[in-house]
Every structure is written in C-alpha cells, then in structure tokens.
C-alpha cells in the first residue's frame, strides 16, 4: 500500500475522508498529539492510540540534538524506538531553528545554529533534514522553511516565503523517490494574500503529496488566522491533504475545519495538563483554583476518559497542587480525549451534512463556561 488521500464528504468548505500510508489509515480531519522528543508527555504510546489518535508528530530539531538521527535509525527507526506502529510525522527543524535568535546564523545554503542543548555547532539545510526525516523513518516528511514570527514587514515576508520555496525545490530533490513515505510542501506568506498565491503557486509547481499551511499561530490573532484561511485552502490542490500547522485551540481547530482543513497539530492539549489546565466542551478549566477543592463531581460528566471516569475535581486539584506526576498524566490524557473527540464529531457531522448545527452546538456549550460546584 502507497500513500493516498480520499475525500469521502464534504459539507461546505468542511471535508471528511482518510490518508492511506503503509502503517494505516489516518481519519481525517485529524488532529495529531506532539511527541517532540519521541513521547507525548506524560502518556503511554497505547495511551495515545486510546485517545483516537491515528498519528503523532516528531521533532526533527529536537531528535537531530538527542538522541540523534543516526542512532535512531541504527535502533530499527522512530516507531520501533518509541514504540508506536501508526504513523508518524516529523517537522522540518525550521520553525525550532529559527526561533533560536542569536543562536544562529541564516544563509542561503540553510541555518547554522548553536544547540540549545550542550552548545556544539550544526548545520541544517533542506538536504539535511531530508536526510535526517530519512534516518527517523517518519511516514510524512516536511520540506524545510523558513517561518518568520509575525508581525513583520512585507518584505521580510516576501524575502522569507522565496527563500522557502528555493528550498522547498531542493527538499524535494533531496526527499526522491520513497515509495510509501510522503512529502509536504509548506505555503508561507504570512497574512498577505498575493504572497500566499505566489508560494501556493510555487509549491504546485514542484507538486508534492500534500499541502501545508505555515506561518500562522505565530503572534497574528485568531481573526487573522482565519482571514488567511478563508483563501488559503482555495490555492491548494483539491485531491491533496492540507495540513495548519501549529493549531490549535479548540475553537481555533473547529474554524480550520470550517475553512477546508484536513490536519493540524498542537503542544496544547498536553501542556496545558502539565500546567493544571483542563479543556472540556463548556471551555478551559483551571485545577489550580480553590473552588475544585470539595467538588466531588467529574471534570466533565459526559466524557469517558479516564481521568473523568474515575476520579473527581477536588482529587485532581490535590494532585495537581501537591505536584504529583498523575495530575499531568491524567489531565493530558482528559484533554487529547477531548481533542479526539472534536475530531470525530466533526467527521460524522460533515459525513451527515450537519456541520453547521455541530458547529453551533459547540460553541452554545462553550458560551455556558463552567458550571460552578452547588
């Protein structure tokens, strides 16, 4: 079995269908939980499939630095290594490496850059993060760009989305022929739609297996965001996945979905636990606060993770405020429920034409906010 995509329904702009890749189907739209350092933090890998979840994201960045690419790969590849059998998608290192500020140096060529890690020197470049995505043995590959932070000039976005696409053709290059892997274009441009169509126009050109969308969910705003996505996915082709990458909040994932988009990922859900911060359908709820410290009732009544179906408010917060490794654990699992369970919601409402009323009951139970404890 190759890599493929199917649409199976469409409700508006709103689609449902599949990724085939020879370690599984990936439902779309998907939403897939960040294990950077080759763990999602705090889980089990089975935990994670319990979720729903049918792929993960890996770090080049982070695993170029440690443990190292090579030794991955001289350890039977980043699935066997973490012991996760679906598949797998690794970022480019882009966005990581040029969040290093004054830790690095960017040329035409690629990023040199100082680790943040142990401080040794390194280089990255299209054809290294081909050759490391290679080594990890990830399913879907990224093309390596360049993601200026916004806001910033017109020009320093132009200069940046030219720069991406010049290695976006050596990445390809680079990436050949790899029956059953897959690999990704990135459009860049920032809010400004004439630069979108000149990367989106670039990147069907070199034509890759599928699509994403950059340099959003980086300092623009919501509002922003989904001006860009009103057009965006318009520019991509029609039989390939589109892929936001970096989003989101729950109501951020809804009106990417809303707007055509088929993948996305996010550090949110499990941060978010680690930090005592629970997101339920009436909206986030923070077990830090006193006010959980009696309530005997479940973070949310309707949800069977287990963190719901066995244990209360009050305990959570006594784990959480005695700093107990079960708080994290518990609360990242509750919240990549719950994002799988948006998910799936909105695979059947698309497949039913139903969207609209889906969407709309979602945001009425989040306009409740959080019932206070009687």
Request: with cysteine; aromatic share 8%.
């Amino acid at each position: 079995m190759g890599f493929g995509f199917q649409v199976a329904a469409r409700d508006g702009a709103a689609r449902t269908g599949a990724i085939t890749t020879p370690r599984g189907q990936i439902r779309t739209p998907a939403f897939m939980p960040v294990g950077t350092a080759a763990t999602v933090k705090g889980m089990l890998p089975e935990s994670v499939a319990a979720t729903g979840a049918d792929i993960l994201l890996g770090n080049t960045y982070h695993l170029m630095l440690r443990p190292g690419a090579e030794r991955v790969a001289r350890l039977g590849g980043l699935h066997r290594f973490m012991n996760w059998e679906r598949p797998i998608l690794t970022d480019s290192g882009g966005f990581q490496v040029m969040s290093l500020a004054g830790l690095r140096k960017l040329s035409e060529e690629g990023v040199r850059f100082q680790s943040h890690v142990d401080g040794s020197r390194h280089m990255l470049t299209p054809e290294r993060s081909m050759e490391i995505q290679r080594l990890l043995g990830s399913d879907i590959v990224m093309c390596f760009d360049e993601c200026p932070a916004l806001p910033a000039t017109d020009a320093e976005v132009a200069r940046a989305m030219r720069l991406s696409m010049r290695w976006a053709e050596r990445s390809k290059a680079a990436f050949g022929d790899r029956p059953g892997h897959a690999l990704f274009g990135i459009m860049q441009g920032g809010v400004t739609q004439e630069l979108r169509e000149e990367s989106a126009t670039a990147l069907r050109a070199i034509g890759f297996d599928g699509y994403a969308i950059g340099g959003l969910a980086v300092g623009e705003g919501q509002e922003a965001m989904f001006s860009v996505l009103d057009y965006a996915c318009d520019l991509l082709p029609e039989d390939r996945p589109r892929y936001l990458m970096g989003v989101g909040k729950p109501d951020d994932i809804v009106g990417a979905v809303k707007r055509g988009v088929d993948m996305m990922d996010c550090v949110l859900p499990s941060r978010s636990g680690r930090t005592g911060q629970a997101w339920t359908r009436r909206g986030q709820v923070n077990l830090k606060n006193a006010r959980h410290a009696d309530d005997p009732r479940p973070l949310d009544e309707a949800c069977t993770c287990p963190a719901c179906r066995g244990y209360s408010r009050a305990y959570l917060h006594h784990v959480y405020r005695a700093g107990e490794m079960i708080a994290g654990m518990l609360l990242t699992w509750h919240n990549l429920h719950y994002y799988q369970e948006i998910m799936a919601g909105m695979r059947a409402a698309v497949a039913a034409g139903r969207f609209a009323a889906w969407e709309a009951e979602f945001h009425a139970a989040r306009a409740e906010g959080d019932i206070p404890p009687l």
